[in-house]
């Protein structure tokens, strides 16, 4: 990929790249802990991803909200990788506010809580200092 981006003159310092974790697959029988993908997804970026690219936007790949917060921050907390890890997550922010919103608009100020708790998660995961606690305060 970076080859051909070379080829391309594209300029890597311009760019934010959006891939998913390495992470099992759904079908898999055995599901990784939240260090084992965090280190492994490290791995594979230092191998692959010139420093030059300021910036690595997570795609959720299906992941449950709290477990993708839960893997960000720990790559985060692990550091060692010259770019900023930051989320670029659909359903691992819409799933919980489109369950308190349920189609009803009186749950609209329910949606809009879920929406902004999930956000501020994924921001405190983005910097390695979101806690499972934090989720408590929510419910």
């Not at 939240?34 to 490290?42: I, S, Y």
């Not at 300021?54 to 839960?70: C, E, K, N, W």
């Amino acid at each position: 990929l970076f080859q051909e981006l070379y080829v391309a003159r594209v300029k890597l310092e311009g760019m934010v790249l959006k891939p998913n974790m390495v992470v099992p697959g759904k079908k898999s029988l055995k599901q990784a802990s939240v260090d084992e993908v965090a280190e492994k997804t490290l791995r594979v970026l230092k191998e692959c991803v010139p420093a030059a690219v300021p910036g690595i936007a997570f795609l959720s790949g299906g992941q449950s909200d709290v477990d993708a917060t839960a893997r960000l921050n720990a790559m985060n907390r692990l550091g060692g990788g010259p770019w900023k890890l930051t989320f670029s997550y659909s359903r691992a922010l819409q799933a919980a506010p489109q369950k308190a919103w349920s189609g009803k608009v009186e749950n609209a100020g329910a949606a809009q809580q879920a929406f902004a708790h999930r956000a501020a998660m994924n921001g405190l995961a983005s910097i390695g200092k979101w806690s499972p606690e934090l989720e408590k305060q929510a419910a």
